[in-house]
């Protein structure tokens, strides 16, 4: 069965240090896991279509081909560099037009980067805060890496612990076929909600 | 095939010459429009219903029945009505009234309205909007079709043994059509009822609109209505055009980069590709307008949004003009190869034949004790 792995990076220059995290992340994931189908989503090359999507309210193409993966992903690598004490806006917006419900239950790895050690805390304190609330399953490793840490072995035993618990929730939540709560919009096309049931909803009863 | 146009009502400055027209100018403006959409040809107006500012698109009714009575023939309607934060009781009685004001010349678009502050204003919950819109419109049916009403819901004060008056003109409710852009359960809910369905179809992918017709479509026949192809389909449309094509672009697109929904975002180039939004010559609108069928099928309505952005009222009378000139070519389009099960859009005259022909539906009232009318009381004091 194909794990379908979607990479999410918010690096801006090229090549950028998120960009390198995120391509260590995506390696590790694919090793852990039997048959990948690894897509890659690079916000950068998004962020005129993003910026669009705020304004119009619906996605063009690139955007919802990049939207689309996500949706279909049976897991997450989200890769951001750290502004102002938080994520990016950038990587924040991409979140933020996501329909209600695309990402619940769906296994995420959060990773970070900065340009020191003392931003770490960002994965706890902005990431995992965010995927709760998007009710997705965050992993407990998160992978920080701040310039010195390329240099360092303990970031690739990081990267692996990582991709191992994503590797693990990914292949489950396929062989259950991902609890989804929420209906979503596009649960409503296919089957919708016959409408003596939403009359009985509307009052109440 | 019915072609006409909507206004929402916005008061937005020229961006060419940083003018902004007063809400006078805006409101008299609206009515130069319906009256002209007349002259040319058209056939119908609609207008928008908005409670805050920059809108002039308040108390739609008052609107309606006025153009209503400085035209002849046109088909009066909305785009929409707030059946969230409207009392369906004055719903009813409004558009009875205006369709006995105008002889049946109206018609009306439920919508939900999706700004936030406006509902606290009339006491509701924008959270409750689908709840709203659903039980709403099921009380505004029933006033509508039942003479005596008991009704009891979750989001308004009951009624015992009241009558909406007037009654329908000739014993038939005005025609109601349902917008909605991406919320499936609308489309659902005028499958349900068998109403028309209408969507924005502005602003939007083609994807959308499509994908919205279809759910609409296919539950009508679901709910044994007729044929998904019998179902009752409108759309919006957007368009700019000059006898040159150029000069439609380099005219519109000033109004383009700043317009208050997509303004400051993509491209002129882009939304055109992306959305319905024509700016060209006579003849590419009139090519983009016939190939909405390609993916919605044959429908009933088409309602072009002509008097936004700022436009001067000099410039959006001359796009009436230039409408007026395609019309006959873009009626012929649409007849070219229409399905002979595409029905055409219910009006006052068709609901009216359907129905039987037309009866008088006035309620005289009964007084509960004495048995006695109130005529004839009325002439019992008088004699």
Do not use: C
């Not at chain 1, 989200?78 to 329909?99: H, I, M, N, R």
């Not at chain 1, 970031?155 to 709560?181: D, F, N």
């Not at chain 2, 959270?127 to 009891?152: F, H, K, P, T």
């Not at chain 2, 994807?207 to 759910?215: E, F, P, R, Y």
């Amino acid at each position: 069965m194909t794990t379908r792995i979607v990479v999410v990076s918010a690096g801006l220059s090229n090549p950028s240090s998120t960009r390198l995290l995120a391509d260590r992340l995506a390696a590790a994931t694919t090793e852990a896991l039997e048959e990948v189908e690894l897509t890659q989503v690079e916000l950068r090359d998004l962020a005129h279509e993003l910026t669009d999507h705020l304004l119009t309210g619906f996605p063009a193409p690139a955007l919802a081909a990049a939207i689309a993966a996500v949706r279909e992903a049976d897991g997450l690598v989200v890769v951001t560099p750290v502004f102002s004490a938080s994520y990016s806006g950038l990587f924040k917006t991409f979140f933020d037009v996501l329909e209600a419900g695309t990402l619940d239950g769906k296994p995420v790895l959060v990773a970070a980067t900065a340009g020191t050690a003392r931003h770490s805390l960002v994965l706890d304190h902005a990431l995992r805060p965010l995927f709760a609330y998007l009710r997705a399953i965050v992993v407990p490793t998160g992978v920080f890496a701040a310039t010195d840490d390329f240099g360092d072995t303990g970031l690739q035993q990081r990267i692996e612990q990582a991709a191992g618990e994503l590797a693990a929730l990914a292949g489950k939540v396929q062989s259950t076929g991902a609890a989804r709560a929420r209906r979503t919009v596009e649960d409503e096309f296919s089957e919708p909600t016959p409408f003596e049931q939403l009359l009985r909803n509307a009052s109440g009863r | 095939m019915q072609i006409g146009i909507f206004s929402v009502g916005d008061v937005t400055p020229d961006p060419t010459t940083g003018r902004t027209p007063s809400e006078h100018e805006r409101i008299k403006a609206t009515v130069e429009i319906a009256k002209h959409a007349e002259e040319v040809g058209l056939d119908v107006f609609a207008t928008g219903e908005h409670h805050n500012p920059p809108f002039i698109s308040s108390n739609p009714t008052a609107t309606l029945a006025y153009i209503g009575a400085k035209t002849e023939r046109i088909i009066l309607s909305t785009a929409t009505t707030l059946i969230t934060t409207t009392d369906p009781v004055l719903i009813a009685e409004d558009y009875a009234k205006i369709q006995h004001l105008t002889d049946g010349r109206v018609d009306l678009m439920m919508g939900r309205g999706n700004t936030g502050p406006v509902y606290p204003w009339f006491g509701k919950d924008i959270r409750q909007g689908l709840n709203l819109a659903i039980e709403n419109y099921a009380l505004l049916r029933r006033l509508w079709s039942e003479d005596v009403v008991n009704w009891e819901g979750k989001f308004r004060t009951p009624l015992q043994g009241y009558t909406s008056t007037p009654r329908p003109l000739d014993g038939v409710a005005p025609f109601v059509w349902h917008g909605s852009i991406r919320s499936p359960e609308i489309a659902e809910q005028a499958a349900y009822y068998g109403d028309g369905f209408f969507h924005n179809h502005i602003f939007w992918p083609a994807g959308h609109t499509k994908q919205m017709v279809d759910l609409y479509r296919r539950r009508f026949e679901h709910y044994g209505h007729g044929t998904a192809e019998q179902a009752i389909v409108g759309l919006g449309g957007q368009f700019f055009m000059r006898k040159d094509s150029q000069a439609a672009v380099r005219e519109f697109r000033p109004y383009f980069d700043n317009a208050p929904v997509y303004g400051h975002g993509p491209s002129l180039e882009d939304f055109t590709e992306a959305t319905p939004l024509t700016v060209g010559s006579p003849q590419q609108v009139l090519e983009r307008t016939l190939s909405f069928r390609e993916y919605v099928g044959d429908y009933q309505r088409q309602l072009f949004l002509v008097d936004h952005a700022g436009l001067p009222l000099k410039t959006v009378l001359e796009q009436l003009d230039l409408l007026g000139e395609i019309l006959p070519e873009m009626r012929k389009g649409f007849a070219e190869g229409r399905s002979p099960n595409a029905p055409e859009a219910p009006t006052h005259a068709s609901l009216v034949a359907k129905a039987g022909g037309p009866h008088d539906t006035t309620v005289h009232a009964v007084d509960d004790v004495t048995g006695h009318r109130a005529e004839e009381l009325a002439e019992e004091v008088s004699a």
